[in-house]
């Protein structure tokens, strides 16, 4: 069976850092494209950052850019992100997806999340 | 990049056929055959439905089809039940690498 399980949400103040994991078991890893979907608190859902396969490949919404760093380490199947100089705005559910058809197309399966929040 | 827009809720009887759009440009939508749908149940994570405008994954209900015309694309649900009362979204793949997402259509089955 497919799985992605994220972990590394909490609260975090504003300025600061945290690093989020996803673990991946039941299919491939590197023959895969990751991405992580955020959503705020009763909002809608926003892709945030993307990783190809081998990893040579990245790609970042316009919100994050500069901020954000996706990463994955195919050795341990777990895709990352690095979150520094967090916002308020960067409060949410953070969620990683298998990319199928390509580095940036659907996606299929979603882990059930991780809250980050970031408030003083 | 802007959201693309979706109508922020419809509603539809058991049983009934309704639509969602989902209105790119041609920059996004309109561009390329990269555009998916997810269903969001309350405190779920999303689901596939639809992917590549008209594709629709094993396991998924013959009464949920897509389909695209121009900057806007579509996802049609027929004949209605309780069960897909939830929000939904869109994804397109845009011309500058980057996905961006519908801003979610509320669906209540009344």
């Known amino acids: 069976e497919v799985q992605l399980l994220e972990s590394g949400g909490g609260l975090v103040q504003p300025g600061g850092s945290l690093r989020l994991s996803c673990a991946a078991s039941g299919f491939t890893f590197t023959s895969y494209a990751m991405s992580w979907v955020r959503q705020a608190p009763g909002k809608g859902l926003e892709w945030v950052s993307g990783?190809?396969?081998?990893?040579?490949?990245?790609y970042y919404a316009g919100s994050v850019k500069g901020r954000f760093t996706i990463s994955r380490d195919n050795s341990k199947n777990t895709l990352y992100l690095q979150m520094n100089s967090l916002r308020g705005e960067d409060t949410a559910v953070y969620f990683c997806?298998?990319?199928?058809?390509?580095?940036?197309?659907?996606?299929?399966?979603w882990g059930q999340g991780t809250l980050v929040t970031v408030s003083s | 990049q802007s959201a693309l827009t979706q109508p922020a809720s419809v509603s539809g009887s058991p049983g009934q056929s309704i639509t969602i759009s989902c209105t790119g440009t041609?920059?996004?939508?309109?561009?390329?055959?990269?555009v998916s749908w997810y269903q969001q149940h309350p405190g779920k994570a999303p689901k596939l439905m639809i992917y590549?405008?008209?594709n629709r994954p094993s396991g998924v209900s013959h009464r949920f089809s897509g389909s695209k015309s121009g900057n806007t694309a579509s996802l049609t649900i027929s004949g209605l039940q309780a069960e897909d009362e939830a929000d939904y979204y869109c994804v397109s793949y845009t011309s500058s690498s980057i996905l961006v997402f519908g801003g979610g259509t509320m669906l209540t089955v009344l």
């Open positions: 041609s920059s996004d939508v309109g561009g390329y055959h990269y």
């Open positions: 990783i190809s396969g081998g990893g040579g490949s990245t």
């Open positions: 997806a298998r990319v199928n058809g390509g580095n940036l197309n659907w996606f299929d399966p």
């Open positions: 590549e405008v008209n």
